[in-house]
């Protein structure tokens, strides 16, 4: 098995990811190769590839960031890969390749879910070397809906309060329909800014239009999702959601609702129009992707749990997150200073 890293993809290289990443049942886009190119930020990606015989067997993006005096690197829902032994050998490499270069630590939080697999590459690779990891909620869960059952009885499963909203919802004069060009995508960035704004967010106004802008195109190009947003009479764009094609998934990525028209159900609606369209697309799951177990009612976390919940499914949970850390003085130090920022926030 060869292992390379590179900040620089070629065409072919592109396209054997994207083959390899097709070939997988469970993927997320946050290792599709041309997702990496959205947003921006203090980050750089490195692409890691481990090949067998020329093959693309496990595949990864690294997330290498810099604050300050701390340098560090994290795998968000990687790698990927086919068979477990492929995944221990490259997560060993990757773990070489960031202690020498000087990074304080590498966190990867795996993208398949918790059970014997899971277990065997956490025994495995704690086996060579300490891997430090924490129950807190830094750990991923999601709720995921079964698209198998009918249309009927995948809503008689909704909590009693999501049925009435959904009712008053179809009742109304608000409709749904998929995003189909820049000024409806402009409303619909200018009603997530105004939701945020309105939960007391720090808003890059500028940032968040470049990203759903960067976002439609990557998604109509690729076909890897879509924009459904809803609307009033007047054909005025209320909020909306975009929703992402995982391998058999449909996932929940972002939503907005205008703060000033609480007294309709917006995102009851498009999630729901949302289920129904991955069910007749032939997906097998919804995930409404990430369910925080360890917050209170005193995080907004807490509500945003209770809405998602309203719609049924069952909790997915993956394994947490691994850290490799490699200066542990430094790592307390950063993990210090990261407590101190949000406190005087």
């Known amino acids: 098995m060869t292992f390379h890293f590179t900040y620089e993809l070629s065409p072919e290289q ?102 014997a697999t899971a277990d065997y590459i956490e025994y495995k690779l704690n086996r060579d070397r300490k891997i430090r990891s924490y129950f807190d909620r830094e750990n991923w869960s999601s709720l995921v809906l079964s698209l198998q059952p009918a249309e009927e009885e995948i809503r008689r499963n909704f909590s009693k309060g999501h049925k009435s909203d959904l009712k008053k919802a179809e009742k109304s004069e608000i409709s749904i329909t998929s995003l189909s060009n820049f000024e409806e995508l402009e409303a619909f960035c ?74 309709l159900p917006i995102l009851h609606l498009a999630i729901w129009e949302g289920i129904k369209k991955a069910k007749a697309l032939g997906f097998r799951h919804f995930d409404l992707w990430g369910y925080n177990h360890f917050v209170t009612e005193k995080d907004q976390v807490f509500f945003i749990n209770r809405f998602k919940k309203g719609f049924g499914g069952e909790y997915l949970f993956y394994p947490k997150k691994m850290y490799f850390i490699y200066r542990p003085m430094m790592h307390r130090l950063y993990k210090w200073s990261v407590k101190l920022y949000q406190r005087i926030r």
């Open 14 to 115: 592109k396209e054997d990811i994207r083959s390899f990443y097709d070939s997988l049942d469970w993927v997320t886009l946050e290792q599709y190769p041309d997702f990496a190119a959205l947003g921006k930020g203090n980050f750089t990606h490195c692409f890691f590839m481990a090949r067998e015989e020329k093959a693309i067997v496990c595949w990864a993006i690294i997330t290498e960031r810099k604050a300050r005096i701390f340098r560090f690197a994290h795998i968000q829902f990687g790698p990927l890969f086919r068979d477990p032994e492929d995944l221990i050998a490259s997560l060993q490499q990757i773990d070489r390749h960031y202690r020498e270069k000087g990074d304080i630590f590498l966190t990867v939080q795996l993208a398949l879910p918790t059970g």
């Open 190 to 263: 200018r009603v997530f800014n105004k939701m945020n704004r309105e939960r007391g967010l720090a808003v890059d106004e500028e940032g968040n239009h470049a990203f759903f802008r960067d976002l439609y195109g990557f998604l109509q190009e690729q076909r890897k999702g879509d924009f459904h947003l809803v609307k009033d009479r007047t054909g005025q764009v209320l909020g909306g959601i975009v929703i992402l094609y995982q391998g058999h998934t449909v996932r929940y990525f972002k939503g907005a609702s205008d703060p000033a028209q609480r007294q």
